[in-house]
């Protein structure tokens, strides 16, 4: 049996797909598939505690019948025999196809594709990381006497592949190599609560991660909440890291999301594009080409080409993001943000926040906030699998951060930040600083006007 690796020949399997499909009297079909080999490790205190290596696939076949309705299947067999397998597995599934929702071929399945500066790093091995990890641990333990151990680490590479291939001609294949490092520190001192905080790094190879800058961030946020102290139960005004604020919107990307409109779980409806839902110097892009996104995919699930798309320009609502089902279903064209599957998932990539073109990005309204304080700085957000009611808006997160008084900053004990989505949205004040950017996308720093902060009681 032959399984999905790294070094397919995506010309050579789409020629042997089409052989098998006409044998069965197959006229429609598509391939997805996604593999890649990983490394890992993590340490504790100087020892391995985990080392990992593996081959990971994911390959799925669809099938459309004479009556148009689709069928799917997964296998890991390359081989002639298992994919023939696959395929009649797939059209028998089609008779139980749904055809109420039946997607179809992408109509830019065969566009051509954006060009990325992507470039392929040989591994290092499993040792070189090893030795790599346990100096950043030694390190991140040195830098203060209180930081005991550094629980949760992780240093790993990937080599990783992606093909779309369909009977129309489609024929998409995508190489990539990454790295990520992530260190998160645990402090005690004598009579007070441990505090913790972290923080991570992707490159395209290992040789290429800032460890040094990972192991400074992680030092300095964990040290900065050692001393700490309750916060008040209030209103506050606050200003988000880009992390936490790039959260916050990703937990909300229902607003911008087709498939969630169609379902009737997104807070936006099909009425939706061309209002006004944010403060009118707010942008918001969904750009997974962007030259920070490590990993960045030249296309999604269904072959077509990924793009930078407007969805809030001036604080207004321009486009969702779609797959060619729902693409369809709007009379417009798909984006490049869908999955694949019988019925097809709809995602972001990559977000760019910022101040909209020719606008000043708040500064009026932010220098009067400056002078206002307290303020509470929210450095991360926490439980947003919990905390978040995406269909209604709401949210109530634990978040680590500062109440900054007098210039100066006190890390807070414990807290939760509360709100509606809707009203952050209206209450942005303005952006500070250069855009960062981060794993999740590009921001700078948010400035939001009275949010709900309560205290631990």
Not at 34 to 53: F, I, N, P, W
Not at 399 to 418: P, Q
Request: glycine fraction near 12%; charged fraction near 20%.
């Amino acid at each position: 049996m032959s399984t999905a690796t790294p070094g397919l020949n995506a010309e050579a399997l789409r020629s042997r797909l089409e052989q098998l499909a006409t044998g069965a009297g197959i006229r429609q079909w598509d391939l997805g598939a996604a593999c890649s080999t990983d490394t890992s490790v993590q340490v504790d205190r100087g020892e391995a505690k985990q080392l990992k290596g593996a081959q990971r696939s994911s390959i799925t076949v669809r099938v459309w019948n004479d009556n148009g309705l689709v069928g799917v299947t997964s296998t890991s067999d390359l081989s002639d025999s298992g994919l023939a397998r696959a395929l009649s597995g797939a059209r028998d599934a089609s008779a139980y196809g749904n055809p109420d929702d039946t997607p179809g071929f992408s109509p830019l399945a065969t566009a051509p594709l954006p060009e990325l500066d992507q470039p392929i790093h040989t591994p290092r091995g499993i040792l070189h990381l090893l030795d790599t990890l346990k100096d950043a641990e030694r390190q991140l333990l040195d830098r203060h006497d209180a930081i005991g151990t550094v629980p949760y680490n992780g240093l790993a590479e990937r080599s990783s592949e992606r093909i779309y291939l369909n009977s129309d001609g489609a024929c998409r294949q995508q190489r990539l190599s990454t790295a990520s490092v992530y260190l998160y520190a645990r402090a005690e001192e004598t009579g007070r609560k441990p505090r913790s905080a972290g923080a991570m790094r992707l490159a395209y190879g290992a040789g290429d991660l800032d460890i040094a800058g990972c192991i400074n961030e992680a030092a300095e946020r964990t040290i900065s909440h050692l001393d700490y102290a309750p916060i008040d139960t209030g209103r506050y005004t606050c200003v988000f890291s880009p992390e936490a604020f790039l959260d916050l919107i990703g937990a909300f990307s229902s607003l911008f999301n087709a498939r969630a409109v169609l379902d009737g779980v997104s807070l936006s409806n099909r009425e939706s594009i061309g209002e006004q839902l944010a403060v009118p110097f707010l942008s918001i892009h969904d750009n997974g080409l962007h030259p920070g996104n490590v990993g960045a995919s030249a296309f999604d699930g269904e072959g077509t080409p990924t793009q930078r798309l407007a969805l809030l320009e001036g604080g207004v609502l321009r486009n969702f993001l779609h797959s060619e089902a729902t693409a369809r279903a709007f009379g417009v064209a798909p984006t490049g943000h869908a999955g694949l599957g019988a019925k097809v998932s709809v995602g972001p990539d990559w977000f760019e926040i910022g101040p909209a073109a020719g606008s000043d990005g708040g500064q009026a309204g932010l220098d009067r906030f400056k002078a206002s304080e307290p303020l509470v700085w929210i450095d991360s957000l926490s439980a947003l699998h919990a905390g978040v009611k995406a269909s209604q808006g709401s949210f109530s997160l634990p978040f680590d951060g500062w109440l900054v008084r007098g210039g100066e900053g006190r890390s807070i004990e414990a807290a939760t930040v509360a709100g509606d989505i809707r009203q952050v949205l209206k209450a942005i004040v303005g952006f500070e600083g250069d855009a960062k950017v981060t794993p999740d996308g590009l921001c700078p720093l948010v400035w939001v006007e009275g949010l709900s902060i309560t205290g631990e009681a």
